[in-house]
């Protein structure tokens, strides 16, 4: 008897312990380690906030990028990691893609999927990418996110419109830079 109550108690304690850590991390969320976190929070041009993007690193090979926005235009956008951390409209201060490996667009290292933007103005993304590490981010001058007003068209253009125009091969007509953040370490955001 004695015996079974000390197993039945056993039991509800470790229940009770796995649904305690159960409730401690949301399903679909990540733990957050602050040497392989990172986020950047979203400003329009009048620097209002429109969301954030958290990028987390997934074992050595890929990174896990999750973007939240709200306040933008529908539609697709272009969504890029430029290579400086600055955020002054019109974003330019942002530079271009992060480029490692000196391609061509769509292969930069910072060329990721279009945002989608529902008709309420907000929209949400998840996806790992092996392009880069989060240790990429952080060299002398940092990164930005930066959110286009149009979207990528990943310089597909079909042959028989002729030459492809230099706008096209660095940034896919992407257009104007609606939204910027620059990629602090998590714990430094």
Sequence with gaps: MKRQLLLGTLGVLVLIVVTSVMTLTPPGELIARDDEDARAHLQDGEGN????????Q????????????????PGFHGFHVHSVGQCEPPFTSAGGHVNLEDASHPEHTGDMPVLLVNSDGTGEAEFKTDRFALKNLFDEDGSAII???????????????????????ATGDSGD?????????????
Excluded: F, M
């Design 49 to 56: 906030p429109v969301g954030a993007v958290r990028l987390s």
């Design 177 to 189: 830079r609606i939204a910027c953040g620059a990629i602090q370490k998590h714990g430094d955001s």
């Design 147 to 169: 959110v286009h007003a149009l979207p990528d068209n990943y310089a597909n253009i079909p042959e028989r419109y002729g030459d492809v125009d230099q706008a096209t091969l």
């Design 58 to 73: 997934d074992g050595e090979d890929q990174v896990v990028v999750q973007a939240k926005v709200h306040d933008l235009p």
